[in-house]
Every structure is written in C-alpha cells, then in structure tokens.
C-alpha cells in the first residue's frame, strides 16, 4: 500500500496525499526558494543548499512508521502518535549532517537556543521523549523512503563538517526555505492556498511610469517653489549611486520621499536585477496612503494592482485568497508593510512568520521613521543582521527620517567599516529644510486665553503652524 504523508478530507472532499506526492513537490519547491535565495548569496552556497535539501528529503521520514499511517489512513484528525520530526532529525544526526538536523527537528515547534539543546545530551534535536521506538525502526523508515520515493533517497553521511555551519539570521533564511516548501504544498493540498505565480518586476517600465506620475504632479504648478524642490529631490534620489548598499535619507516631511525614495529603490533593483521592494512604514493610515499612491503610479496597463504592490499588515482587506498569499508571502514585487512584521520576520523563530524570510536576499528596503521602527536597545543586534543582509545577500536599504539620528555612529554599536552615504545632497537637504522652517509658522502664547480668543489668534496665522502654549 502507497504510504500517505497527509490524511483525507472527506467532508470536504479532499483525498489523502501520498508520501511520494508530498516529498516530490516539497524537494520542488525547496530547490526554487534555495536557488532564487542563493542567486544573491556572495560566495559559497553548497552548504547552504546540502543543508535545506537534506532536510527536506527526510523532513517527514517519521510518518513512514505504521502506527502515524494507521492515523493517516482513517480519515481522522487526531495527532500523530509517533512524533514524525524525530526520525529525520535521527537519521540526519547518524549522518553527522548537523544543520540539515536541526531545520527537520524545528520545522514544526521552531528554532530552540543550541545550548539548551546541548544540555539535553542524548536527547540533543530528538523531538520525542522516548526515542526508542524511532531508533528501532529508522531502518525500515529510510528503506520504506527509498522505497516509495526512489527520486529523492535518504542522504548518506555528509562529506562536509556542517556541525556549526551557519546560525542566525542564515539558519532562519533556510529554515524558511523548508518551511515555505512544506507548509506550501500542505495549504495547496488542502485547498488553502492556491500554485503562485509571481508577477514580472518589469522595474525599468515601472521606473518610467513613475517619472510621468510625478512629472505630472509637478507639472500642475510648475513655478511653485515646493514643486521645484521636490523635483529636484526626486531627480537626486533616483540619479544616487547604490553605494555600499546602506543610504540614509533626512529629507524633512512634505518633501516627497513617497516617490523620491522608491525612484531610488527601482534604479537600484534595475541595477541589481533585485526581485522585491518592501517599503516599511511606522502606521496603518500611512501604509494605506502609501500603497493608493503606488498602485496609481507603478500599476502598468493590463496588470492588477495587489498583485504589484501589497499591502501587509493586521487590518489589510484581500479581494481574493491568491492576492492574500502573494501580500503575506511577500511574493509581489513591492510590499508595504509595517515595522512590526518587517522586524519580527527577521528576527523570530516561529515557522510560520518565518515562512516569507527567504523572500528577503536581493531585496531593495525603505525603512521610513527608521529611529521609531524598533525600540533603541535592539538595534545593535539589529545593525549586524542588516549589514549581513547587505554583505552576504545583496540587500539595499534606505534609512529615512524627517528627523534621522545617525545611530549607527553610536560607541555601542557593531562597528560598520564603509561609511553610510546620504541620498539627498547636503545642498538640496539645507535647502528642503530651509523651506520647512518657512513653512511651519510657530505661535507662542505665553498668556491663559479663553478658547474663542485662542481660535481667533490661531486663525490670525495663515498656513500650517504649530501652537506652544
């Protein structure tokens, strides 16, 4: 009998998927995640790439034991008896492929801290409480694998030394790649998500379309000193070399950053034949503002506008279940997302926030508000995950603030060994800062004034003011 590595659905209708099935599109979509991650990876990626697909060959080996295909075949939703990590994480450990262990033990329960799990000695990376019984028949799991999946065989003993090959933010970027493999083609199976076809970049036509959008902003009051200077901030944001791979941007609020920012991002992704653009934003009302104005400025003729830019974030609305995987799945080209999500998804540990992880390397980032994005504290560790995305996986970020505190020249920081280059010319920021001075009148009333008498000298003052009572 074929074995099954996912029971049926029948009030559904949804048969049981064999193990074959499963295993087959799981190395699928593992080797398209590893190979569209490692296409920006800067150096050797054989180990990267040994260590995920090791994994995924025996991520699931434990369902092979009879008593989790009984569970299997019955139709039922009851919990496995055997737990199914255990026996690849063994099989990978007996193979001293480290690494690929860990991404099989933590597919599931997410990535533990390594000395807690060194403490556990004998149990180091088994899931189970009693391992015997996966001990006892891991033979006939990795026969009855090779068996049904003659495509895919059980890996031999690792000719690499992969005991401590990579952690951090790299163990998380593979974990992902498994994870998104797995827990991708379960949701296809079970009809919760549907096979994603990402969208073309086509980022030099949507360069060209935002030249004419804003052109035609500008165009509308073509002598007005605020139209002069936002084109020339624009035309100095996307002119700007890539640089290092870190810019800051201080232009100050109501200066255009919106469309400077992202005129920059695109010729960098031109450049860098980059795959996503993500614009992190500190508020819900902002990232809707900001997405409208995408969508109107960077949708081309014939294309649909959420499946271009996405919007990601707690109370987004999806117009269809595939539009909602292409936004939380980071698969558009540009996502708008908070800083919450941003953030978390770099640094956690759980699956299923983790998933999207591996959409990261070779991706054009704008983090505005950058010195409210996270607390203070976290940056140090922060700072070393965003350089490891410049160095090692061609990443590109915009730190931006109307107000931008050069954190990253603190003593407590890691050091950073190139200089981080500003994006707007210190000519044209004086000047932008200049116009904002002018712009915002302050009233100072010193005096106690009935609310009639503070509505009159309020209005008294035209134009945007700021009160300081």
Not at 140 to 152: L, M, S
Not at 303 to 318: L, P, R, S, Y
């Amino acid at each position: 009998m074929e074995p099954l590595a996912h029971s049926a659905r029948a009030e559904k209708g949804i048969p049981s998927q064999t193990y074959n099935d499963h295993i087959s599109a799981v190395m699928k979509r593992v080797s398209a995640n590893v190979g569209n991650a490692c296409r920006y990876l800067h150096g050797e990626s054989s180990i990267f790439t040994q260590a995920v697909t090791n994994g995924a060959v025996c991520h699931d080996l434990g369902k092979l034991d009879p008593l989790n295909q009984d569970v299997l075949a019955g139709n039922s939703k009851k919990s496995l008896p055997v737990k199914h990590e255990d026996a690849g994480a063994a099989c990978l450990l007996q193979n001293k492929d480290y690494t690929a262990a860990i991404l099989v033990s933590k597919h599931h329960q997410g990535l533990s801290d390594l000395l807690e799990e060194r403490q556990r000695k004998k149990l180091f990376l088994r899931n189970a409480e009693d391992p015997s019984r996966t001990d006892q028949y891991l033979t006939e799991y990795i026969d009855a694998h090779n068996t049904h999946v003659p495509e895919y065989l059980i890996p031999g003993v690792s000719k690499n030394d992969t005991k401590w090959s990579f952690r951090g933010l790299r163990m998380r970027l593979a974990l992902s790649c498994l994870v998104d493999a797995d827990h991708g083609d379960t949701a296809c199976h079970y009809g919760n998500e549907g096979d994603i076809i990402q969208p073309d970049c086509r980022w030099q036509e949507r360069l060209q379309a935002l030249q004419e959008y804003t052109d035609s902003l500008f165009n509308q009051d073509p002598k007005s000193q605020r139209n002069i200077l936002r084109r020339e901030i624009f035309k100095s944001s996307k002119d700007a070399g890539i640089g290092y791979g870190i810019v800051a941007c201080d232009s100050p609020v109501g200066t255009g950053k919106t469309t400077a920012v992202m005129a920059h991002l695109l010729n960098v992704a031109i450049q860098k034949k980059l795959r996503h653009i993500i614009v992190v934003l500190p508020y819900t009302n902002i990232i809707k503002q900001s997405v409208e104005t995408y969508r109107n400025a960077l949708v081309l003729p014939g294309e649909n506008g959420v499946d271009i830019v996405a919007e990601h974030h707690h109370q987004a609305d999806f117009e269809h279940i595939d539009s909602r995987y292409l936004t939380t799945l980071w698969k558009t080209p540009i996502i708008v997302t908070t800083a919450v999500q941003f953030f978390e998804t770099i640094a956690t540990n759980k699956p299923a926030k983790l998933r999207k992880l591996h959409e990261l390397p070779g991706t054009a980032v704008f983090v505005d508000e950058v010195h409210n994005s996270i607390p203070s504290w976290m940056w140090p560790q922060m700072w070393q995950w965003i350089q490891e995305l410049v160095n090692d996986w061609s990443c590109h970020f915009v730190l931006a603030s109307g107000s931008l505190p050069r954190f990253w020249e603190f003593p407590k920081m890691p050091k950073t060994n190139v200089s981080i280059s500003d994006l707007i010319p210190m000519k044209i920021r004086d000047k932008a800062d200049q116009a904002e001075r002018k712009r915002i009148k302050y009233i100072t009333i010193p005096e106690p004034l009935s609310l009639a008498a503070l509505i009159t000298r309020i209005q008294s003052v035209p134009g945007p003011r700021f009160i300081i009572i």
